[in-house]
C-alpha cells in the first residue's frame, strides 16, 4: 500500500529563517510526486510536479527536490505569506488521479 | 476565471437526510473528483470521473453517488447522511492524469 507521511506536523519560523520540510514516500515505482499548498478554509493548490530522483523545481522562496524516497520543500527567507499547510501527494505508476495519497500535512507559520 | 465553483460553503444536516453538493468548472477538464478531508487524514478520494457519462469508486465511496451529465458539472449526493460523515469536501478537476488538480473551495458538512 503506498504511504506518504510528512514531518514535522507544524513548524514555526521566524520571518527569513529558512527551513525544509519533508516528505517521505512508499509507493512500488513513483509516477510522479505533487506538491501543494492550502490556505485555511481553501482548497489546495497546486505547486510543484517532480518526476525522477534528482530533479528539482523552484517558485520564489520554494524549492522542491526529489530522492528516491523523499522529497524536501526548502523554504528560503519565508515571508508571514507563506504561511499555509503544504500537501505531499504521490502517484504510482500505471494510475492516473484515482490513485493519488496525500500525506497529512505540515502547517507552516511564519511569524513577521 | 471562476476555476472549480463548488456550493454551499456551509451545511448541518440531521442524521438521515439526504443533500447534494454541487460543483461546477469551467476549464473543460475532463477529469473530476471528489475528496474529503479529515483532521489527521490525508485526502480520500470518495468518487471520480474521466468524462461525461463515466464515473467509477474511490477508496471511500459508500454512502454517496455522483453522477457526470456533463463535462462541467459533478455533483455529489448524500443518501442518508450519517454522523461519520462529517468533513470537509473538496471537488477537483484536471486537464491531464498526472497529478496537477484543481481544487475547489471547499465545503463544510456537518451531520448531528
Known amino acids: 500500500e503506498d504511504q506518504v507521511t510528512q514531518s514535522p506536523e507544524a513548524l514555526r519560523l521566524q520571518e527569513g529563517e529558512s527551513s525544509s520540510l519533508n516528505c517521505s514516500y512508499t509507493?512500488?515505482?513513483?509516477?510522479?510526486l505533487f506538491w501543494y499548498r492550502q490556505d485555511p478554509g481553501k482548497g489546495p493548490e497546486f505547486l510543484f510536479t517532480?518526476?525522477?530522483a534528482g530533479e528539482e523545481k523552484e517558485k520564489e522562496r520554494l524549492k522542491a527536490t526529489l530522492t528516491k524516497k523523499e522529497s524536501f520543500l526548502h523554504i528560503t527567507a519565508p515571508k508571514p505569506e507563506d504561511s499555509a499547510t503544504y500537501l505531499c501527494?504521490?502517484?504510482?505508476?500505471?494510475?492516473?488521479?484515482?490513485?493519488?495519497?496525500f500525506g497529512t500535512g505540515t502547517r507552516l507559520t511564519i511569524i513577521p | 476565471n471562476a476555476g472549480v465553483t463548488q456550493t454551499p460553503k456551509f451545511q448541518v444536516l440531521k442524521t438521515g437526510q439526504s443533500m447534494t453538493l454541487q460543483c461546477a468548472q469551467d476549464?473543460?477538464?475532463?477529469?473530476m473528483s471528489w475528496y474529503r478531508q479529515d483532521p489527521g487524514m490525508g485526502l480520500r478520494l470518495i468518487h471520480y470521473?474521466?468524462?461525461?457519462?463515466?464515473?467509477d469508486q474511490g477508496e471511500v465511496p459508500n454512502g454517496y453517488n455522483v453522477s457526470r451529465s456533463t463535462t462541467e458539472d459533478f455533483p455529489l449526493r448524500l443518501l442518508s447522511a450519517a454522523p461519520s460523515q462529517t468533513s470537509v469536501y473538496f471537488c477537483?478537476?484536471?486537464?491531464?492524469?498526472?497529478?496537477?488538480?484543481?481544487f475547489g473551495s471547499g465545503t463544510q458538512l456537518s451531520v448531528l
Open positions: 509507493v512500488s515505482g513513483l509516477r510522479g
Open positions: 476549464m473543460n477538464h475532463e477529469y
Open positions: 501527494a504521490v502517484q504510482a505508476p500505471n494510475f492516473g488521479n484515482e490513485k493519488l495519497t
Open positions: 470521473s474521466v468524462g461525461a457519462g463515466i464515473t
Open positions: 477537483a478537476s484536471s486537464a491531464t492524469n498526472l497529478g496537477k488538480l484543481f
Open positions: 517532480l518526476y525522477s
